[in-house]
């Protein structure tokens, strides 16, 4: 296996990654969220008071890493943490009235993205592109870790 940069799969998925979330950032920006912000939003939206490992199952974060987030997020108003009855070491995440509403103004961010990326994108085929990507990760998840 080579070691030039050019050879790894690594390096064009985190660029990748870094490239979309900079056009995002000025989007979010608009809506006063960052883009993890976004992702757990998105989560949220679809199934409201999920435990925070059920957060960090769909989008692959660790607790350590959800939490921190999660208490801004608090802060700002967005979500309400709140332990479990039933299990006082589990801690649910529920949207708040404001972080309900944010999301009639999150639905155009899709398409604006679209709209900002079209015109550059050739015959870049991103369903395509985007099943190929669940297809790896789904792979990179049943690799055990060496």
């Not at 989560?43 to 999920?50: C, M, S």
Request: hydrophobic share 45%; proline share 5%; aromatic share 4%.
């Amino acid at each position: 296996m080579s070691l030039l940069l050019d050879d790894q799969i690594c390096f064009p998925l985190y660029a990748a990654a870094r490239a979309i979330q900079h056009h995002y950032r000025p989007l979010l920006k608009a809506l006063g969220i960052t883009y993890p912000q976004y992702l757990v939003l998105l989560v949220l939206w679809e199934t409201d008071g999920l435990s925070v490992s059920g957060i960090g199952g769909h989008l692959h974060l660790d607790s350590g890493t959800l939490t921190p987030l999660l208490k801004r997020m608090a802060s700002a108003g967005l979500v309400e943490r709140r332990r479990s009855t039933a299990d006082e070491r589990v801690v649910t995440i529920h949207l708040t009235e404001a972080g309900r509403a944010l999301r009639a103004r999150a639905e155009a961010v899709p398409a604006q993205l679209t709209a900002c990326l079209a015109p550059h994108a050739g015959d870049l085929d991103v369903v395509r592109l985007k099943h190929d990507l669940d297809r790896l990760l789904d792979v990179l998840h049943r690799v055990p870790r060496s």
